[in-house]
């Protein structure tokens, strides 16, 4: 069977089985506890909770999900990768284990064909439910269910829910390892297919087990590990999702797949790593320094590695994104997203892969330094007996920390030499480094805590979500469902006369913030109380909180006038349209492969984060400008409407990074070009949005570029503000503003010429002082005082008695400003006296210290007063010479 036929034959099942089909998410998780989608059950995470009611009872997908805690093992199996598929099936309070079980069966023997006599099953020692439905409804045979601890046993954090599991493994043979089942043979034996997770507990805070009142079920199916089994062969690299990519690298590299085990273990890295860098950049991720995009530059760099190790060192062009083409061919027609990305994945992995490469080369450079070194010199014998020689282990960790080399690619290349490493000082190195991250770690915590958010939990159970109807109407009569003081525990009937609270309405046209725009301020008015809103937020997903300071009492139940600050919220649609209509813009002059990484929509500005290479120049930026001014003059509508997130794809709708999305989304034409997936509000022209002015463009992070820029009449206010500047400093000078930069440049040549003149002057007033000095030398040596002159200029007037008037020595010393001591020493080469050594006797007399070399020293002091004392005691030391 076929990687495409297994998933079309997984979803086909289930939902003859009354599940819906969802697509899969993004592997950018929505999810704020993890990076990345890491499981079939991530995009649903919200159901299993109770924070959201789920649109469906059953549900089935293919999950695309990626994890980075194998990735030091991947290659070195042929059973573990950093991207993989997860089939699952999930019910929220629909069917429980006495339908999750025979599904899970009927699928993988009757609709796959596999031998149930090679399935083995586990459940959790407590579970007699399971056990019982494997033996009597299913009919597996006792001994083929064994019972487990902790590892069957599943939990989503230390709290909240969890329970049992069960797991079907297949055996894979007698050649594969020991026998005995999952719980006593071996791992490369006994591979697990499936994951069957009966959520039915809560866990307490006191690690109480409670039934919970909706039982559900969530199912982990591993796509790699049952398509060997299905295509008959031994490893996942074998199927056809990776034999077309392992041929392109064999092809690329000069290399035969499965001629050497180190040779394999490369090839299945950059297999198995090229397609997580594919899914991570179509998804949106880019590379960077930090969060995701570290993980990917790491996931990058790791395949440049063993490119590198493989021969792709010799080769002029880079290697990686050769095969980002070969995995778009095996995986677009389940991803189609693929190939619109495929262009800019390929120009990313390029540009990472030529930076990295000038980065490995720099390394081998220090490797072959550290090597010269180390080699005896020719033609010396030592009577000892020979000692291995070893790169230092500071090397060794310089090597893979700075330059990405790995110890085991480092190793290789000293093997060849006949050199070791320093193991155990490498290790100590890598440990200190651990230990730094680890103490750079901060875990994440809830703003409300556990107890906000359980009564959020509850509210939102009792009462549902609030109704939004903020893009139509600013102004509704509505009740007031829950009052909460952000100080104190929330009152069951009202609150009354507190500075802040959160008020949760029945419907709000209050826009709460999400997407990058802020929320709404206004009003919430009822018989007994006003309530100025602050800020409006999501307390849970469909759940609006209304922050405000209360004046007066407010009672659950009562009616309410809800109204929103127009003028702000008209200020933030414009941006927002606007912050559209930029990226637009941006990705019409730099690229499609400028992408949004973040955004601030205000009433006052709008700040947007993009992915690009370069920092724009300004003829771009006015070109941007250019073309959003040249929308907003065709005053074309903007379009909001609900689709399904299949019909927004085929349109061409750009998603939002780390944005969740369901089977259906709002999507937003902002005139003819620009088409987006949002929620937001936005104006219904784009001549509505007014001029863009960008006063500001910065870099935030690697690649990443951060617009700021103001629309409508904030940006009419700034241009406003720039032309009255701009004629204040015209007149000023007493020229027309369109002169104004050759009348600056004019100034700046007068100044600069009129700083030379001075030099000028300067020199020869010096020089003439110096013929001075020179006059009063005896023996060519002269001592003088010489106060209102600065330290530097003091220097070059010593300088200048000695070498244009052929002196010896000169000693000046004075008060620059009448509160410190300056001395310097001049002396000629020919010289006996050295001015370091002679000031060294003399600074201490003013209070201070100094020197430098003997030819000339300098030094300062505190006490002016025994400024003679010091010109006497230079006259005493000079004269012992």
């Known amino acids: 069977m076929e990687s495409d036929t297994l998933r079309l034959s997984f979803t086909d099942f289930f939902a003859s089985k009354g599940h819906t089909v969802v697509p899969s998410a993004s592997l950018v998780a929505s999810d704020p506890t993890v990076m990345f989608t890491i499981a079939g059950m991530v995009p649903f995470k919200s159901y299993f909770l109770g924070d959201q009611i789920p649109p469906f009872k059953r549900a089935t997908s293919v999950q695309k999900c990626f994890r980075t805690s194998d990735i030091e093992i991947v290659g070195t199996t042929t059973r573990h990768c950093t991207f993989f598929e997860m089939l699952g099936n999930f019910s929220f309070g629909d069917y429980f284990k006495d339908q999750a079980i025979p599904f899970a069966w009927e699928f993988i023997t009757e609709k796959l064909g596999i031998d149930a006599d090679r399935l083995w099953i586990t459940v959790h020692e407590s579970d007699d439910e399971a056990a019982r439905i494997w033996e009597k409804t299913v009919g597996v045979h006792p001994e083929r269910i064994q019972r487990m601890g902790e590892d ?54 006191d690690g109480v087990l409670t039934e919970l009142p909706q039982k559900n079920i969530d199912t982990g199916a591993g796509f790699e590990r049952i398509l060997p089994i299905l295509q008959g062969v031994d490893s996942l690299f074998d199927t056809d999702l990776f034999k077309p990519i392992i041929s392109r690298a064999e092809q690329v590299l000069g290399v035969k797949y499965g001629s050497d085990n ?437 870099s935030i992070g690697s690649n990443i570029r951060r617009i700021e820029a103001v629309t409508g009449l904030d940006a009419i206010r700034h241009a406003r503000d720039f032309a009255d500047t701009l004629k204040r400093s015209a007149g000023l000078l007493q020229v027309q503003p369109n002169s104004l930069d050759r009348a600056i440049k004019h100034l700046l040549d007068s100044k600069q010429q009129a700083i030379q003149e001075l030099e000028n002057i300067r020199f020869s007033m010096l020089r003439q002082e110096a013929s001075s000095f020179s006059q009063l030398a005896k023996d060519g040596v002269v001592i003088a005082q010489r106060d209102g002159l600065e330290s530097e200029l003091m220097v070059k007037l010593a300088l200048m008695c000695r070498d244009s008037f052929g002196l010896r020595t000169v000693v000046l010393i004075g008060t620059p400003d009448g509160k410190k001591v300056a001395i310097v020493v001049a002396s000629a080469k020919d010289s006996r006296v050295s001015a370091a050594d002679l000031i060294k006797k003399i600074a201490p007399v003013v209070g201070g210290g100094g020197g430098g070399t003997d030819e000339l020293s300098r030094a300062g002091g505190k006490d002016i007063s025994k400024i003679a004392a010091a010109l006497e005691l230079a006259e005493a030391e000079l004269a012992k010479k």
Request: hydrophobic residues 35%; aromatic residues 10%; glycine residues 8%.
């Open 152 to 205: 069957n046993f599943w939990r989503m954090a230390d709290v909240g829910p969890c329970g049992p599991c069960s797991e079907i493994y297949f055996d894979k043979g007698d050649t594969w390892g020991n026998g005995g089942g999952p719980s006593l043979g071996s791992a490369e034996r006994y591979v697990e297919i499936w994951n069957l997770v009966f959520m039915q507990y809560n866990r307490n805070s």
């Open 262 to 698: 180190k040779v394999d273990t490369a090839i299945r890295i950059l297999a198995d790593h090229a397609r997580a860098m594919t899914f991570l950049i179509s998804d949106g991720v880019v590379p960077s320094n930090d969060s995701r995009g570290y993980v990917l530059r790491r996931i990058i760099r790791k395949a440049v590695q063993k490119a590198f190790q493989l021969g792709a060192q010799k080769a002029e062009e880079t290697v990686v994104p050769l095969l980002i083409d070969s995995v778009t061919k095996v995986m677009s027609s389940a991803y189609p997203e693929l190939l619109n990305s495929l262009e800019t994945t390929v120009q990313v992995v390029k540009r990472e892969e030529e930076k990295f490469r000038t980065t490995l080369h720099s390394g081998y450079f220090l490797l072959m330094q550290t090597l010269d070194a180390l080699k005896p010199e020719a033609g010396v014998e030592s009577p000892l007996k020979p000692v291995r020689l070893e790169i230092p282990g500071e090397i060794g960790f310089k090597l893979h920390d700075t330059y990405g080399f790995p110890i085991e690619l480092v190793q290789e290349i000293a093997n060849e030499h006949g050199v070791g490493i320093d193991y155990d000082r490498f290790k100590a190195e890598m440990d200190r480094q651990r230990n730094r991250g680890r103490q750079a770690i901060q875990k994440a915590s809830s703003a409300q805590g556990s107890n906000g958010i359980t009564r959020y939990r509850t509210l939102l159970d009792n009462s549902g979500v609030t109704e939004f109807i903020g893009y139509f109407e600013y102004e509704t009569t509505t009740k007031i469902v829950a009052v909460f003081s952000l100080l104190d525990s929330p009152k069951d009937r009202s609150v009354q006369d507190m500075q802040d609270v959160e008020i949760f309405l029945e419907k709000t046209p209050f826009y709460a913030e999400s997407g990058g725009q802020v929320g709404d301020t206004g009003t919430i008015v009822t018989p007994t109380a006003t309530a100025e809103v602050y800020d409006t937020l999501y307390a849970l997903p469909g759940l609006i909180s209304h922050r405000a300071h209360l004046k007066g009492e407010v009672f659950v139940g009562q009616d309410a006038t809800a109204a929103i600050n127009t003028s702000l919220r008209d200020a933030t649609r414009r941006n927002h349209t606007g912050t559209h209509l930029l990226q637009w813009a941006l990705r019409a002059v730099l690229g499609d492969h400028v992408r949004q990484q973040g955004s601030l929509v205000g009433p006052n500005r709008l700040r947007f984060d993009f992915y690009h290479f370069n920092q724009p120049t300004p003829e771009e930026l006015a070109k941007v400008e250019l073309l959003f001014a040249e929308q907003v003059l065709s005053n074309q509508p903007v379009r909001c409407y609900e689709t399904t997130l299949k019909e927004a794809e085929r349109l061409g709708a750009i998603a939002f990074f780390g944005e969740k999305y369901g089977e259906f989304v709002r999507v937003v034409e902002a005139g003819s070009k620009s088409i987006e997936l949002c929620g937001g509000t936005h104006v219904y022209a784009l001549g509505m949005i007014g001029p863009l002015l960008i006063l500001q463009v910065g």
